[in-house]
């Protein structure tokens, strides 16, 4: 089970091969691909900065069609978040991931490199351009 953030697609639509074989492993059934509907509104924000309604509306068509689920918030999984949110001093969004990959012993793919912390499995992909994705 792995757990993409916003990250990942971000590097998957700008032609990343690194994030295709992740949705890949994930569109071909080889491994359970979720991502949180947080981090949903964190790419839709995103993809808004760059392309029209359109556009967006093509690539959220995109992810529906595709095997990813997305995961709905969670009480318990919300209350595990604070504590690393204070701990670790990362966004709302970022600190329930994080929060979600441990709760649910899933590896959590991404390409921001802050939400690799302390007992959480997980795997970086380093973007090509340095920034905040």
Partial sequence: M????????????AGDTRAAEVIDLINEGREEGYIYEGSMMELI?????????QEVARRLEA??????????FDYEVGKKSVKIKKMYELSM???????????????????????????L?????????KSHV
């Fill in 2 to 13: 792995i757990i993409i953030d916003h990250t990942i697609l971000l590097l998957y639509f």
């Fill in 45 to 53: 924000n995103k993809l808004l900065n760059v392309f029209d309604y």
């Fill in 63 to 72: 992810i529906k069609n595709s095997k990813i689920k997305i995961i709905g």
């Fill in 93 to 119: 969004v970022g600190s329930y991931i994080i929060a979600l990959a441990i709760h649910t012993g899933a590896t959590l793919i991404t390409a921001d490199k802050r939400l690799l912390v302390e007992g």
């Fill in 121 to 129: 499995k997980a795997e970086y992909i380093e973007p090509p351009i």
